[in-house]
Nanobody, 120 residues
């Protein structure tokens, strides 16, 4: 199984980025997908989650109204559109996959991360 994030980079505050996470080696539609981030010196935190069908979506309060998670099951890809970026959004962003067969939310697979840096 591989999850490969892309789309990170350096952007000015107020700008936008779109992250992608391409999955392979798994049945993508059997997984809810999540985005997490970890800033230097801080613990990893939840950003957003989308169920396998896209029918339910959840966001951390810190990104609600600015970030949008979506998925394309035909392309085995999940996206994170990030608008109105703030310096405090600077972090390494990770995508993760949570099997629909898990009885509790538990992310089975993780990507390697992509760096997002927001300058003030």
């Amino acid at each position: 199984v591989q999850l490969v994030e892309s789309g990170g980079g350096l952007v000015q505050a107020g700008g936008s980025l779109r992250l992608s996470c391409a999955a392979s080696g798994l049945t993508f539609s059997n997984y809810a997908m999540g985005w997490f981030r970890q800033a230097p010196g801080k613990e990893r935190e939840f950003v957003a989650r989308i169920t396998w069908s896209g029918s339910s979506i959840f966001y951390a309060d810190s990104v609600k109204g600015r970030f949008t998670i979506s998925r394309d099951n035909a392309k085995n890809t999940v996206y994170l559109q990030m608008n109105s970026l703030k310096p405090e959004d600077t972090a390494v962003y990770y995508c993760a996959a949570d099997s629909v067969f898990n009885t509790v939310n538990r992310y089975d697979y993780w990507g390697q991360g992509t760096q997002v840096t927001v300058s003030s």
